[in-house]
């Protein structure tokens, strides 16, 4: 069986899809506790906190998406889609970590998990199969 079929890397896929549905859920109902994965602090002023909430709504729903977009591609056992879903899933935590390393500090808590994603993805759309 060629790597880019192991179940194993459509378990991981899955593990993270779960991960990300699990922030998504965790943003949209407790927004102040997933700023600490930015490591900021909730605004102070009701009409802050009142946007950041909302803003926090909306990254929620992002994370969630990409997590179905995950089981999606898993479930129906599209290796291919999956891999690249992951690929650009890493994008999106570098993106997240750039944003917090323009304001000084939590950067890792995206850039760290980055890398797992383009090496799952990658081994999914066949980088090792040859070897």
């Known amino acids: 069986m060629a ?3 192991s179940p194993f890397l459509q378990i991981a896929a899955s593990a993270i899809a779960t991960i990300f549905v699990g922030f998504g859920v965790n943003a949209i109902l407790r927004p102040d506790n997933a700023l600490t994965f930015f490591e900021w602090e909730a605004p102070k002023s009701a ?10 709504i909306i990254y929620g729903v992002r994370d969630i998406f990409m997590g179905l977009a995950i089981y999606s591609a898993a479930f129906f056992g599209n290796c291919k889609a999956l ?4 690929i650009a899933g890493s994008g999106v935590a570098f993106a997240d970590g750039a944003v917090c390393w323009n304001q000084g500090k939590g ?5 760290g998990y980055a890398p797992m994603l383009t090496v799952v993805g990658g081994l999914l759309l066949g980088v090792l199969d040859r070897v």
């Open 3 to 5: 790597i880019s079929h």
């Open 47 to 56: 009409s802050d906190k009142n946007l950041v909430d909302n803003l926090m």
């Open 83 to 86: 891999g690249w879903i992951l």
């Open 107 to 111: 950067e890792w808590n995206h850039w």
